[in-house]
């Protein structure tokens, strides 16, 4: 009796294991596609500020989700977020309040030659939603994020992460992440 309950244990422990691996395996992206995960870069100070998962909706547009970010005295929330940093149509976007880790924040981009325009980005920190394009440089391994209104412009440059990158800047105590499973 004894055995088979240790047998049943040791069978739990590796479906465990293996639904553990399965939830934090990540998918190879081709370095030909924005799709992938990436480490945004903030364009005044050069630091790390998030983590953003780059994927093909429904509709056959490219969206990002924030699944993590870089632990800060600043609170992340989106205070000045209105009606018209949400679009109700889709679900995507910030409304007041809202804490941006696990949220879509850019979305509706349409190949056109070597960029994606027509999307639209959230800035969580000035409240205000841009009409957004963004393009591969430097072999696929950076991403160019560009940010109008009128105009005026903002231009970041994101840094693509591998698995093992993203793996490891998640477990750090610097980082805030949400399961990768979602």
Sequence with gaps: MTS?????????????????ASCYKTPNYSMDTPQGYWKTIDDKTGQTKGIVHIFKTTQGTLAGRVIGGIKSNNDPRCKRCDAKTFDPK?????????????????????KNKQRYTNGYIVDNTQGYKYRSSIALVEGGNKLDVTGTYLFFYRTQYWERIKERQLHQLCKSKQAVCIELCK
């Excluded at 088979?4 to 293996?18: D, E, G, W």
């Design 4 to 20: 088979m309950i240790y047998l049943l244990l040791c069978y739990a422990v590796i479906l465990s294991n293996t639904a553990f």
């Design 90 to 110: 889709t679900g995507f976007g910030l409304k007041k309040n809202d804490e941006p880790i696990g949220k879509v924040f850019m979305w509706g981009y349409r």
